[in-house]
């Protein structure tokens, strides 16, 4: 179990600190890591993922600086669910690439180069985890550099694509992005902080031809025609019950990517 002081901000890198939110679960792992980022000296700092709507934790956020800026690496609501509350205890302004989740501020763009906080914020547009899916690049912390992955590369497992929003068409195409990168260190939103983003993304494209040998494998036995529930149960026989949805929506990417490919 994570104890209280666990969830205290504790330094990542160089450029930042995160909190780990109160809201462990099957797809949560231990909890959302929301981030803050601020150069040494900076009166204020960027917020990433605020997450649950939990007052303690967004206190705990803002307790290094005045918050510029809230930015958000996807849609999903263990990322979100805070953003609107924080905006109006901050007067930050909220940017994600989804409309919807803004908050007095404008749409990110991937390519977008932010400046905030002292530090120089570079968007990648990394769909395929969700359509909205973003990477935010600190080129200058540590030798490196370091990106926050949200739940694009997560700091264990590996990520789920929820499915049809979220592609394994767009996901591949996302991970070659990630990888260009090099060794930078991984800041994801569940799970420890990583080393080496490039051999953590060749890891992940390795471990997904795994899964599509083992998809086409099952639609050898079961026929080309096999549905999601079918091939899940040869595949992921031995998921817990509690992630097998998750375990059916990758199938699901799965068998959309196999029968868009050309004969």
């Known amino acids: ?3 209280d002081d666990a969830r205290a901000p504790v330094r990542s890198t ?3 600190r995160f909190r780990l939110a109160p809201n462990p679960g099957p797809m949560s792992l231990h909890g959302t890591n929301s981030y803050m980022i601020a150069a040494a000296g900076s009166d204020s700092v960027v917020v990433v993922d ?7 934790h967004l206190r705990e956020l803002s307790q290094f600086g005045a918050v510029e800026l809230v930015l958000i690496t996807h849609r999903h ?3 979100t669910a805070a953003a609107a509350r924080f905006a109006e205890l901050t007067g930050a302004p909220v940017r994600a690439a989804d409309p919807a989740h803004c908050h007095g501020g404008e749409p990110l763009r991937g390519g977008e180069v932010l400046h905030a906080a002292g530090v120089e914020i570079r968007v990648l547009a990394t769909p395929g985890h969700t359509s909205d899916s973003v990477c935010f690049h600190l080129p200058a912390d ?6 926050l992955t949200g739940d694009t590369i997560l700091g264990v497992g590996t990520t789920v694509l929820d499915y049809p929003d979220g592609t394994l068409a767009d996901y591949l195409s996302s991970l ?4 260009s990168l090099g060794p ?3 800041l994801p939103a569940h799970g420890p902080i990583l080393p080496a983003l490039d051999d953590i993304v060749r890891a992940y494209r390795d471990h997904r031809q795994d899964r599509l040998a083992q ?4 639609l050898d036995e079961l026929g080309p025609g096999a549905g999601v529930h079918e091939v899940a149960d040869l595949v992921y026989a031995a998921v817990d019950p509690s992630v097998r949805p998750a375990a059916e929506l990758s199938v699901a990417a799965q068998l959309d990517y196999l029968r868009s490919l050309p004969n």
């Open 50 to 56: 605020p997450g649950p709507l939990d007052e303690e």
């Open 14 to 16: 160089e450029l930042t």
């Open 142 to 147: 540590g030798t490196y550099g370091a990106v």
């Open 77 to 79: 609501a263990d990322h």
């Open 176 to 179: 070659d992005r990630l990888e």
């Open 1 to 3: 179990m994570i104890q």
């Open 184 to 186: 930078a260190t991984v």
């Open 215 to 218: 998809i086409r494998t099952a």
